[in-house]
């Protein structure tokens, strides 16, 4: 700490003495020598110059901002004969990093957008590209996207697009790229059970076989290939897997002759070794180790391997045995503590003899060295105190007591622990994109801790643009982009399912073809169901067509003659006039209380056809006087009370319920008292309303002037309750749940078993 101090004085008498000589200085130095900036008008270039021409050495220049493509860079230039002395210049702005991507717009109006993005400062530019690349413009004589390939039999077409955003010129027609000529090859057809080969040309293309005058596959027949294998095998299938005495089998079969195949592929498993047993000699240094093989231990079903039989092995080894206990530990400088003790930096062990080892072999454990115990660090001179730029640091380890100095312009880390103040460094983030990840860089304002931060891909955001529309003739295709980056794909469109159209069927005549009923698409007119001939049979087949009588409304028919297939008239049948209906009157219904009646209507008496429907006249209802009382009521039994209808006479019954009183009331009956039980019925008033419940409250007095008081549920009106103890007298009384007049009470006494009713 002294010599820290010693510096600090030093550093503060060469500053008093450098403000001293330059206010010696003639009048003609610069204003700005004591401040912090240049002059005006003095470029980048020229500071080193400056300081020359001021007397200053130039010791060293210093970043204070990186220059990017948005922000202007600043340098600080220090004499390093007078360190107050410095002066600052702007750096030039960075040149922009584009990234070009291509949107493809795929209209008539406009191509494309180029996209230009600076991948440092996030600047976008943005041109639209209105004049499309046709391909037909290209001077290329195949020019066009290929839409139908050409076959054999069929030309092909190439559509005009755009090279730039695959638009469809609508205004070209397309393309015709001629048919490819047949390429005829010979081909033998003979399978395993003809006997000879047989010889055809077919075009490798669309598969056309050369045919005669009749328009029969010309075949030709020779011996049979003994090199060419004629059968149709299956696929070769694992009959059996590699073992140590064998490799991997595999058959096939033949789906014509059934002929089988076999083959053996790779080569027989090689022996794992494993130790089988491990015998340990007398000294340290030698053992016995027994190795068999692991998969098949020297047999394959019951079959001797030779070369996987166990082997023996005598090898040298260093196996020493050590044993963690303390009259086998080396001692340290003090008993209980290990063979050395591990410091700040450096790691101690434990050792350990080997318990057989005549010469002592020992082992050591390594225990970890310690590191520091650091105090907290203690701040000594805070950051941008005064003039000094650099804050200073201390603190010392608790265990060796080494010191550790920081100079920075920020706190150490360890004194923010978890409570770092992050702000965003934007200027070194990177933006992400469809495919690649960002990053955001995150500076603790207090102690420059940085961290990095990432951010997802954004993905693709794809679109989606039907280019040529898919029909039941030819599939179509769509193009898939992305609004951000120039990812684009083609996608086929499936074909569409036709729309199936009913061909009607045409009755065959006599002396004319008929057809059936077939189907095709109402679309493109592919036939799906072709319609089949029905020949005429030649000569018409007349039959009697019997007269028709006429009816009130039909006409009706003289007899003539026709053919029953086709339905040709000979003789033709004459029209007969309908007769006409024979009208009659219905006549009107008066509807009862009970009855719908109905309105006046006309029908037909020869065919009954209604001509003037009847409407229904709905009943009238009765009419029921206030009614009269013709039996009365009881407590066990309703009344009735008649009504009757004033215009019909009929009459109808209502029950009248018998009306109790409001309270509900109850007697006692047979009470009897004797063997500590008193019995007896509650009988209910059937003039009052009845209680819900039901009890019978005792009071019991007993020899020696004591009594009790309870109450026991009474249920269908039985009493029934037990009394213990020397008893005087009892009292009984009925109380209930709804509106219960209590009823008679009694004295029963124990000695003549009287009872009295209040």
């Keep these: 700490m002294k010599k820290l101090l010693a510096i600090l004085a030093m550093l503060l008498a060469l500053l008093m003495i450098g403000a001293v000589a330059i206010a010696a200085e003639s009048t003609d130095a610069n204003d700005d020598d004591q401040g912090s900036s240049t002059r005006e008008g003095i470029p980048y270039e020229d500071i080193r110059r400056v300081h020359t021409l001021d007397e200053h050495d130039v010791s060293f220049d210093q970043v204070l901002r990186e220059p990017t493509c948005s922000v202007k860079g600043i340098a600080r230039y220090i004499c390093l004969n007078d360190p107050t002395h410095f002066h600052e210049a702007y750096i030039a702005t960075l040149p922009h990093t584009w990234k070009i991507t291509t949107k493809k717009?795929?209209?008539?109006?406009?191509?494309?957008e180029i996209h230009k993005v600076c991948t440092v400062c996030g600047a976008e530019e943005v041109t639209v590209v209105k004049v499309h690349e046709w391909s037909s413009e290209s001077g290329d004589k195949n020019w066009g996207r290929v839409t139908d390939e050409p076959t054999c039999t069929v030309p092909g077409k190439a559509e005009d697009y755009c090279l730039v955003c695959g638009l469809v010129n609508d205004y070209v027609k397309p393309r015709v790229i001629e048919p490819i000529p047949h390429e005829y090859v010979e081909v033998d057809i003979a399978t395993c059970l003809d006997e000879k080969a047989i010889i055809v040309e077919k075009c490798k293309f669309c598969g056309k076989f050369v045919v005669d005058d009749k328009g029969e596959v010309i075949k030709t027949e020779k011996e049979k290939d003994p090199n060419k294998d004629y059968h149709d095998w299956d696929e070769w299938v694992m009959e059996s897997p590699a073992t140590c005495a064998a490799p991997e089998s595999w058959v096939r079969f033949c789906k014509r002759c059934g002929d089988k195949q076999q083959k053996n592929e790779g080569n027989r498993l090689e022996a794992k070794w494993v130790i089988k047993a491990r015998s340990r000699l007398q000294d340290c240094f030698h053992e016995e180790v027994t190795w068999?093989?692991?998969?098949?231990?020297?047999?394959?079903?019951?079959?001797?391997?030779?070369?996987?039989?166990?082997?023996?092995?005598?090898?040298?080894?260093?196996?020493?045995?050590?044993?963690?206990?303390?009259?086998?530990?080396?001692?340290?400088?003090k008993e209980g503590e290990p063979t050395k003790k591990p410091t700040c930096t450096e790691p101690g062990y434990d050792e350990y003899y080997c318990i057989y080892s005549e010469d002592h072999k020992t082992h050591k454990?390594?225990?970890?060295?310690?590191?520091?115990?650091?105090?907290?660090?203690?701040?000594?001179?805070?950051?941008?105190?005064?003039?000094?730029?650099?804050?200073?640091?201390?603190?010392?380890?608790?265990?060796?007591?080494?010191?550790?100095?920081?100079?920075?312009?920020?706190?150490?880390?360890?004194?923010?622990?978890?409570?770092?103040?992050?702000i965003t460094w934007s200027e070194k983030s990177v933006a992400p994109t469809c495919t690649e990840k960002g990053s955001i860089l995150k500076v603790c304002s207090k102690c420059g801790t940085e961290e990095i931060v990432e951010v997802p891909a954004l993905g693709h955001d794809l679109i989606e643009e039907v280019v040529t529309e898919a029909t039941c003739a030819k599939a179509g295709k769509k193009l898939i982009s992305c609004t951000r980056c120039d990812y684009m794909k083609t996608v086929a469109i499936e074909k569409l399912a036709h729309t199936e159209e009913e061909i009607p069927a045409v009755a065959g005549g006599c002396l004319t073809d008929g057809s059936t009923a077939g189907k095709k698409c109402s679309v493109c007119g592919e036939i799906l169901v072709a319609p089949e001939k029905i020949p005429a049979i030649g000569h018409h087949d007349y039959v009697k067509v019997d007269a028709v009588e006429p009816t009130c409304t039909e006409v009706g028919y003289t007899a003539g003659t026709k053919c029953s297939v086709c339905g040709d008239v000979l003789v033709a049948p004459v029209e007969i006039?309908?007769?006409?209906?024979?009208?009659?009157?219905?006549?009107a219904v008066e509807p009862t209380c009970t009855k719908a009646g109905s309105t006046a209507g006309k029908t037909c008496s020869v065919c009954n056809e209604v001509i003037e429907a009847v409407k229904e006249v709905p009943a009238t209802g009765h009419k029921w006087d206030d009614g009269k009382i013709t039996k009365e009521a009881t407590p066990t039994e309703d009344g009735v009370k008649t009504f009757t209808c004033t215009a019909c006479g009929e009459t109808k019954t209502e029950?009248?319920?018998?009306?109790?009183?409001?309270?509900?009331?109850?007697?006692?009956?047979?009470?009897?008292?004797?063997?500590?039980?008193i019995t007896g019925k509650a009988v209910h008033d059937a003039t009052t309303v009845e209680s819900d419940k039901l009890y019978a409250r005792v009071t019991v007095f007993f020899v020696g002037g004591t009594y009790a008081v309870f109450s026991d549920y009474v249920e269908d009106g039985v009493i029934d309750i037990e009394v213990h103890g020397t008893v005087l007298a009892v009292s009984v009384s009925l109380t209930g749940s709804k509106n219960v007049v209590p009823g008679a009470e009694m004295v029963i006494f124990d000695t003549w078993g009287e009872y009295y009713n209040d």
């Design 292 to 333: 068999e093989c692991e998969l098949c231990h020297g047999k394959v079903n019951g079959v001797v391997v030779p070369d996987h039989q166990d082997k023996k092995e005598v090898r040298e080894v260093e196996a020493h045995v050590y044993k963690i206990e303390e009259k086998y530990h080396v001692p340290g400088e």
């Design 365 to 422: 454990i390594e225990i970890p060295a310690l590191g520091h115990d650091w105090s907290d660090w203690e701040l000594r001179i805070a950051p941008n105190q005064g003039d000094n730029e650099y804050g200073y640091w201390l603190r010392e380890c608790n265990r060796c007591h080494i010191h550790e100095e920081k100079v920075a312009q920020h706190q150490p880390a360890e004194l923010c622990g978890n409570d770092h103040d992050f």
């Design 577 to 587: 006039p309908a007769k006409g209906h024979t009208v009659v009157e219905v006549a």
């Design 105 to 112: 717009i795929g209209t008539k109006d406009v191509c494309c």
């Design 655 to 677: 029950a009248v319920p018998f009306e109790f009183d409001e309270e509900a009331a109850y007697k006692l009956e047979d009470m009897s008292y004797g063997a500590n039980k």
